[in-house]
């Protein structure tokens, strides 16, 4: 019901100041689950992503956005579950086999699950590679997928800008569901998982219209910052 509530008072404020845009929404099936993999491009993908959908969008977010304290922790708590967001811990290792159980049991229930395989934001606005979680879920649920481009966000709010700019229309381009029926069986396959992953990369960077980096978008942000480090230093 929250989520909803908040989705009634954003709806007409986000219209009337950004005037947001959206192609393809017949594309996402109106009943079942669903697995939605996006592009990451900024924080306004919480706010323009979902808006156009009937259905209620469940995300997985890092459990840091639940556990602060006082009322900058409070906002963001009912924040992020307002906006359908499910805290996990993003940590790795058991932690990863955690946040796919927590998508399968989502997709089990017949919803619609939000999914960023770039597994972070991109540091500067082209699609990084993407890690293999959204290809075990999609063969081990065995729910379509279809790919969900963000379009302009980044030019709205890159990262570390606290407000978004005006006069920059927020998109977002839902693709055809993506089959990948033929592997069903094979996840554990590593090549497969690898295959399948590339291939919803492929339609996210057709979608979006974003140049593809081969590397993951966590050590382009961590060779930045030793980047950033070393200069400091040196001056």
Do not use: C
């Not at 989520?3 to 959206?22: D, E, G, M, S, T």
């Not at 979608?207 to 480090?229: C, M, N, P, T």
């Amino acid at each position: 019901m929250f989520y909803w509530v908040v989705k009634a008072i954003l709806w007409p404020f986000l219209h009337l100041v950004f005037r947001p845009w959206a192609e393809g929404v017949e594309n996402v099936p109106k009943e079942g689950p669903v697995i939605l993999a996006g592009n990451h491009l900024s924080f306004a993908d919480h706010f323009f992503g979902a808006l156009f959908l009937p259905r209620k969008v469940i995300s997985l977010g890092k459990s840091d956005y639940f556990t602060g304290r006082g009322l900058k922790g409070a906002l963001s708590r009912a924040f992020f579950s307002g906006v359908g967001t499910v805290p996990i811990d993003r940590s790795g290792g058991k932690a990863s086999e955690g946040a796919l159980r927590t998508g399968k049991r989502i997709l089990g229930e017949g919803q619609v699950l939000a999914i960023y395989p770039e597994g972070t934001r991109s540091p500067d606005g082209r699609l990084y590679k993407g890690k293999t979680g959204v290809a075990r879920l999609a063969l081990e649920s065995r729910a379509p997928v279809v790919p969900w481009a963000m379009v302009n966000t980044f030019e709205m709010m890159p990262p570390g800008r606290p407000l978004p700019k005006l006069g920059i229309r927020p998109g977002v381009r839902f693709g055809k569901p993506l089959d990948f029926s033929r592997y069903y069986g094979m996840e554990d396959d590593r090549l497969v998982l690898r295959a399948v992953t590339d291939e919803i990369m492929y339609a996210l960077m057709e979608l979006a219209d974003q140049e593809y980096v081969d590397r993951y978008a966590a050590s382009a942000k961590a060779e930045a910052a030793r980047a950033a480090k070393e200069s400091g230093r040196r001056r």
